[in-house]
């Protein structure tokens, strides 16, 4: 059986995505460019130098900014959304997480955070969830996923390799880390989004123990 479960925080514990989304299109459209929902699932998961980079590369605007510019755009992105998020309480945590973490500490499994975003702590502790999780991976301390290094770090910090682990994303970006580094994913959203070959619940409320011990003996029998 798994040993660890590895949990992304936006768009998996509370709904934060849709700050980080609000957040990005109105940086864009300040600058003339347009996104919408469909083009922001390519930001999901995604670091914030490279988010932006990416909405940049979007709107055609890949050189017309300094290194300088780009950072001052990425910190009034960051301001906007901190202001978004000091109004998040343990009563935005999504339903069913909160008895799905009481359930692991129960069972002796182990529970880190692999979140790409800098702002992770804090919302943890703004939920109140900080007794639930053994670590949280610093995500300024590795490259953005789809590269696999923070499910590999949150692991490592674990004392577990990922095999070991299930990891669970709502981003193609984060599936794509999850399976490179060789968890097992579980996806939150629609398969159409994040691959037909996982397992994906559409909404949170399904993630009991009980869902994922039966994932890991279909997956990895
Ligand atoms: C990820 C989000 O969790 O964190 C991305 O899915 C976001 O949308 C990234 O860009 C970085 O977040 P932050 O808070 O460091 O800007
Ligand atoms: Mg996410």
């Given at each position: 059986?798994?040993?660890?479960?590895?949990?992304?925080?936006?768009?998996?514990?509370t709904?934060?995505?849709?700050?980080?989304?609000?957040?990005?299109?109105?940086?864009?459209?300040s600058?003339?460019?347009?996104?919408?929902?469909?083009?922001?699932?390519?930001?999901?998961?995604?670091?914030r130098?490279?988010?932006?980079?990416?909405?940049?590369?979007?709107?055609?605007?890949?050189?017309?900014?300094?290194?300088?510019?780009?950072?001052?755009?990425?910190?009034?992105?960051?301001?906007?959304?901190?202001?978004?998020?000091?109004?998040v309480?343990?009563?935005?945590?999504?339903?069913?997480?909160?008895?799905?973490?009481?359930?692991?500490?129960?069972?002796?499994?182990?529970?880190?955070?692999?979140?790409?975003?800098?702002?992770?702590?804090?919302?943890?502790?703004?939920?109140?969830?900080?007794?639930?999780?053994?670590?949280?991976a610093?995500?300024?301390?590795v490259?953005?996923?789809?590269?696999?290094?923070?499910?590999?770090?949150?692991?490592?910090?674990?004392?577990?390799?990922?095999?070991?682990?299930?990891g669970?994303?709502?981003?193609?970006?984060?599936?794509?880390?999850?399976?490179?580094?060789?968890?097992?994913?579980?996806?939150?959203?629609?398969?159409?989004?994040?691959?037909?070959d996982?397992?994906?619940?559409?909404?949170?409320?399904?993630?009991?123990?009980?869902?994922?011990?039966?994932?890991?003996?279909?997956?990895?029998?």
């Amino acid at each position: 059986m798994f040993k660890g479960v590895l949990f992304d925080l936006d768009g998996v514990i509370t709904d934060t995505a849709e700050y980080h989304y609000l957040a990005w299109k109105e940086l864009a459209a300040s600058i003339g460019i347009t996104i919408d929902r469909e083009f922001n699932e390519q930001l999901k998961g995604v670091s914030r130098l490279d988010s932006l980079k990416r909405i940049l590369a979007y709107g055609g605007k890949e050189n017309a900014y300094s290194e300088e510019q780009i950072a001052n755009l990425a910190a009034q992105k960051n301001e906007q959304y901190v202001k978004m998020i000091a109004k998040v309480t343990p009563a935005d945590v999504y339903p069913g997480i909160l008895s799905l973490l009481q359930e692991l500490k129960q069972a002796g499994i182990k529970v880190g955070l692999a979140s790409a975003s800098i702002n992770a702590p804090a919302l943890i502790e703004r939920m109140e969830l900080s007794a639930y999780f053994d670590t949280i991976a610093r995500a300024d301390q590795v490259p953005s996923k789809p590269d696999p290094a923070i499910f590999e770090l949150a692991a490592k910090n674990l004392g577990l390799e990922p095999e070991q682990c299930i990891g669970i994303e709502d981003a193609p970006a984060g599936i794509q880390a999850i399976k490179a580094c060789h968890a097992l994913p579980i996806g939150v959203g629609k398969a159409s989004d994040l691959g037909q070959d996982i397992a994906v619940v559409e909404n949170t409320a399904k993630l009991t123990l009980a869902y994922l011990e039966e994932q890991w003996r279909k997956y990895r029998a």
